[in-house]
C-alpha cells in the first residue's frame, strides 16, 4: 500500500462520515485505482454505493472484496443486503448462509437472512434465523419484533406477542411494536387491549391508515361508534 492510495482512502472515510457521499466515492475510487486489491476500499465504497441507491454498484465491489478474499464474511453479508435491496431474495439468502458459514455468531447476517426469509414467505425459516439472532443478541428489540412478525404470519398470535412486548420492554418508543402488538390482540378478540396498543402508537406519533382503520374497528366490535367514525375519518383525511 502506498502513501498516496492511503490519503485517497482516508478521505473517502472522512467524506462518507459527513455524508459527501459523491466526493467519497471518487476518493476510495482514486485509491482503487491506484492499488486494485485494495479490499478495504472496495467494501468502503460498496457502503457508500448502498447508501446512493446503486445496489448493482454495491454488488460488483463486494464481488471483488469476496474474489480477493473467500472468507470476508461481512462482504458476503453486505453483498445479500445489497441483493435482498433488488428483491433478490434468495441470491440474498445465499450470501447470509456464506457469511454464517465463516462466522456462525454473525448477528447481522442471522437478522438479513430472517427478514429475507420473511419476504420470501419462509416463515418459519425467518423465526428460526431472528431466534439465533435473539440467542445471540438478547437485548436487540428489533429482532424481536421482526421475530413477532413472522409469528403473526403463521397465526401463532400468542407468540408474536410475547415478542413484540419484549422488543417494547427493550425499547418503549417503538411504535410500530405496538402497532404489531395491537393487530395481533385483535386476532384473539382482545379488542380493549388492541386499541390500547393502537393508542400509544398514535402517541408515539406513528401516522398509519392501516393503525387508525384496525382501531376502528376494534372500537365497532366494542361498540364505540363515535370513536370509531373518528378513527375511520382520519383514515380518509390520511388517504382521501
Known amino acids: 500500500m502506498s502513501k498516496q492510495d492511503k490519503i485517497y482512502f482516508n478521505l473517502g472515510l472522512k467524506f462518507a462520515k459527513s455524508n459527501d457521499l459523491n466526493k467519497a466515492i471518487f476518493n476510495f ?21 448502498i447508501d446512493l441507491d ?19 464474511s461481512v462482504a458476503y453479508r453486505n453483498r445479500g443486503l445489497a441483493k435482498a435491496l433488488l428483491e433478490n431474495y434468495q441470491e440474498a439468502i445465499d450470501d447470509y448462509t456464506k457469511a454464517i458459514k465463516i462466522d456462525p455468531d454473525y448477528f447481522l447476517a442471522y437478522c438479513n437472512r430472517g427478514f429475507a426469509k420473511m419476504k420470501s414467505k ?33 397465526g401463532d398470535y400468542e407468540g408474536a406477542i410475547d415478542n413484540f412486548s419484549k422488543a417494547i420492554e427493550l425499547d418503549p418508543e417503538d411504535a410500530v411494536a405496538f402497532m404489531k402488538r395491537g393487530n395481533s390482540k ?20 406513528l401516522e398509519d391508515t392501516c393503525l387508525y382503520r384496525n382501531s376502528g374497528f376494534a372500537k365497532t366490535y366494542l361498540e364505540d361508534y363515535q370513536g370509531a367514525i373518528d378513527d375511520f375519518s382520519k383514515v380518509i383525511e390520511l388517504d382521501p
Not at 54 to 72: H, M, P, R, T, W
Not at 126 to 152: H, V
Not at 186 to 205: N, T
Open 54 to 72: 446503486d445496489y448493482q454498484g454495491a454488488i460488483d465491489d463486494f464481488s471483488k472484496v469476496i474474489e480477493l478474499d473467500l472468507e470476508d
Open 186 to 205: 385483535m386476532e384473539l378478540y382482545d379488542y380493549q387491549g388492541a386499541i390500547d396498543d393502537f393508542s400509544r402508537a398514535i402517541e408515539l406519533d
Open 122 to 154: 419462509n416463515y418459519q425459516g425467518s423465526i428460526n434465523d431472528y431466534t439465533k439472532a435473539i440467542e445471540i443478541d438478547p437485548e436487540d428489540a428489533l429482532a424481536y419484533r421482526n421475530c413477532g412478525s413472522a409469528k403473526s404470519y403463521l
Open 29 to 49: 475510487t482514486k485509491a482503487i485505482e491506484l492499488n486494485p486489491n485494495y479490499t478495504t476500499a472496495y467494501k468502503e465504497r460498496g457502503d457508500v454505493k
